[in-house]
């Protein structure tokens, strides 16, 4: 069996131009693998610690060089002659080198980087595509599907340019379009959506994770603009496409009460509650991820029994992919969905359990990017191996989005094939041949 014999990570740059970790593994065949960790713009004080070198003096503090010479002389080393195959206790054994709840040591992006190039370097063992790879070591899934793409159209809050609070304004295909369909369905949606906000003078940027920033006057225009948008096309609303919103109510909340652009006065718990239940109605919204502080449980615990299943109520910055939030979260009826981002956690391993308890309690799980990303497609392929219902992988634009979005399709394409014409293993089960 292929054993690693060599690490090496460097820093590189994310898509926002700050610094973040690549990191190559080789296997003893010649087979090398690289990996790269996107990094979070709105981060939930429940994230665990990303380890950064706080020397003014580079990248205003934010250089990794620490965690790359991390990763060069202690984690590499200790890796070598080891089978990436055994994921589970490779990642013991960095968890060990940590030795914190929150990564305080070395920092969850330091570990993440070295478990998730094990990972690929497990796959590339057995010559196995990632996301096959991941369904058939782990069984998180039974069958290999695309999960639900949850677009983003426009930005606001800490990921815009202009005036809107919310941070991410969401497009939801119909469950019945397969991902080709919703794909060419949001690309075409987010052109037209360009189109309108320039005939209607709210010129338009793109934020910081590519989706529109224009210049509307409150959070409600843009939602009539997206409508407008909708009808005007070859698509029905709220028929073929619905809407959805990620809060990141955290970053509204100050002194006990929420502020947003729709009214002078700021929205108590109450008052937010209602306004969710208006955009339901009026929206067609079903997808509300951190409608609430982070810490305003009483307000998500509300939320979650009104909407009961008509609703995706998705814990964000709440469960900072923390497997002690979740426990609590599922027992105390916080939401019914997680969003996952395996960079908050630090090993691969504890991702997987904390989808699979998410999944055992009839949770959805909703696979996402971060505002800081690389080129890198790892997410995509993490997601269809674990069976996650819905990504987010934000809007179909921007090298390091589209780079997602395009090994999804990948993925659909080789799934299809073996569906519509199963193809016989090869002897070294090699995972899907595609005809
Ligand atoms: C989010 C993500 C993805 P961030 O808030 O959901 O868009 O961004 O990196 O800001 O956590
Ligand atoms: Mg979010």
């Avoid at 900072?320 to 090993?347: D, S, Y």
Wanted: hydrophobic share 40%.
């Amino acid at each position: 069996m292929p054993s690693i014999s060599a690490l090496q990570a460097r820093q590189i740059l994310d898509s926002r131009g700050l610094p973040t970790i690549e990191c190559t593994i080789w296997l003893d065949t010649g087979v090398a693998v690289t990996t790269s960790l996107p990094t979070g713009t709105s981060k939930g004080k429940y994230e665990a610690v990303e380890l950064r070198d706080g020397d003014a003096t580079k990248f205003n503090g934010k250089g990794v060089l620490q965690a790359v010479e991390l990763l060069n002389s202690t984690i590499g080393p200790q890796l070598v002659g080891k089978d990436p195959l055994n994921q589970a206790s490779l990642d013991q054994e960095l968890l060990a080198l940590d030795g914190t709840p929150n990564k305080a040591k070395i920092g969850a992006n330091t570990l993440m980087a070295a478990s998730q190039a094990i990972l690929k370097a497990g796959a590339a063992s057995l010559n196995q595509p990632l996301y096959y790879y991941i369904q058939q070591s782990f069984q998180l899934t039974p069958s290999l599907d695309i999960p639900t793409c949850i677009y983003t159209m426009i930005n606001g809050g800490q990921h815009g340019a202009d005036n809107l609070d919310i941070q991410e304004f969401e497009l939801i295909p119909a469950s019945y379009l397969d991902f080709q369909a919703s794909l060419e369905m949001a690309v075409t949606l987010f052109e037209r959506l360009g189109q309108v906000l320039v005939t209607k003078g709210a010129i338009h940027s793109v934020g910081l994770v590519g989706g529109y920033a224009p210049h509307l006057f409150n959070n409600t225009d843009a939602f009539e603009i997206q409508v407008e948008t909708i009808k005007a096309s070859p698509y029905t609303f709220a028929q073929d496409v619905f809407f959805g919103v990620d809060m990141a109510a955290s970053s509204l909340y100050q002194g006990g009460k929420y502020r947003l652009k729709d009214k002078s006065q700021p929205f108590s718990s109450t008052d937010l509650l209602e306004y969710y239940k208006t955009m339901k109605t009026l929206y067609h919204a079903f997808y509300f991820e951190d409608p609430f502080h982070e810490d305003d449980i009483a307000s998500w615990k509300s939320l979650t029994a009104e909407f009961k299943d008509t609703a995706m109520i998705v814990g964000d910055g709440l469960l900072a992919t923390n497997q002690a939030r979740l426990t609590q979260a599922i027992a105390e009826g916080w939401c019914n969905a997680i969003l996952v981002k395996p960079n908050e956690v630090g090993t691969v391993s504890e991702t997987l359990a904390i989808i699979k308890a998410a999944k055992e309690a009839g949770w959805q799980v909703v696979m996402s990017h971060r505002g800081g990303e690389t080129n890198d497609s790892f997410i995509a392929d993490f997601a269809v191996g674990v069976g996650a219902e819905y990504d987010k992988f934000g809007p179909p634009n921007r090298c390091e989005l589209v780079e997602k979005y395009n090994r999804l399709w990948q993925i659909y394409t080789e799934i299809s094939a073996l569906q519509a014409a199963p193809t016989v293993q090869t002897a070294d089960n090699e995972g899907p041949q595609i005809p």
